[in-house]
């Protein structure tokens, strides 16, 4: 079968840095995806890993272990518009398909 | 560069009535295309998706259907919208391996 486990929610501090975290479990493996969703709009693209290591791209970092099944998205210098919904996403299986998680809804308070 | 269109943005549909929702993409040829629904507090849940014209694959069993009469054209439609309809529609477009989202249709059935 095909899971992706995330945290339902996270609060942090503006300023402070916080790492959410993703699991899963699919049949094949063709890279892991973290999209930021606002309320009410669209997701948006942030981050790739199809190797283990971390990627960083400005405030935001991506973390894989394909061995652990593991991801997590860090976020640095946090801002109150980092408030939203962070979708941890697996490419997987003979068509590359996506099979996205629930989201973390993440808090950023003053 | 690329942009995708989705209309309308909002719908106020009763049940046992049609449905037409339509995405079109801009500035590449021959994209993978794809239908998403987000049901209110759920994940993205792929519903259909399209490698050139007239092929459609789809992934869950439903009362929606598929089209794609032009290359960069998707359409979703229904012939009789159900209560459980509801949601956030999203056509998305993948790359070299990331998907782009449009902006969405969220559509009320009542």
């Known amino acids: 079968g095909q899971n992706i486990d995330q945290p339902t929610e996270m609060t942090a501090t503006e300023g402070a840095i916080v790492q959410i975290n993703c699991t899963y479990q699919t049949s094949g493996f063709n890279g892991l995806f973290w999209y930021q969703q606002h309320a009410g709009e669209a997701p948006t693209f942030l981050s790739y890993n199809v190797l283990d290591g971390l990627e960083e791209k400005g405030r935001f970092s991506s973390f894989l272990s394909r061995s652990k099944g593991y991801s997590y998205l860090l976020l640095k210098e946090l801002q109150m518009k980092d408030s939203a919904s962070y979708l941890c996403?697996?490419?997987?299986?003979?068509?590359?398909?996506?099979?996205f998680g629930t989201g973390t809804l993440l808090a950023v308070q003053p | 560069s690329q942009t995708i269109h989705q209309w309308p943005a909002t719908l106020v549909q009763p049940v046992g009535s049609p449905l037409s929702l339509e995405c079109t993409v801009e500035?590449?040829?021959?994209?993978?295309l794809y239908w998403y629904r987000q049901a209110a507090g759920r994940g993205l849940q792929l519903l259909f998706y399209s490698v050139g014209i007239g092929q459609i694959s789809s992934e869950v069993p439903q009362n929606l259907s598929a089209s794609r009469p032009q290359d960069r054209q998707f359409i979703l439609s229904s012939k009789k919208l159900l209560l459980s309809d509801s949601g956030f529609y999203l056509c998305a477009w993948s790359g070299a391996y990331e998907q782009y989202f449009g902006p969405g249709t969220r559509l009320t059935v009542t």
């Open positions: 500035g590449t040829s021959n994209p993978n």
């Open positions: 996403a697996v490419m997987g299986g003979a068509t590359n398909k996506l099979i």
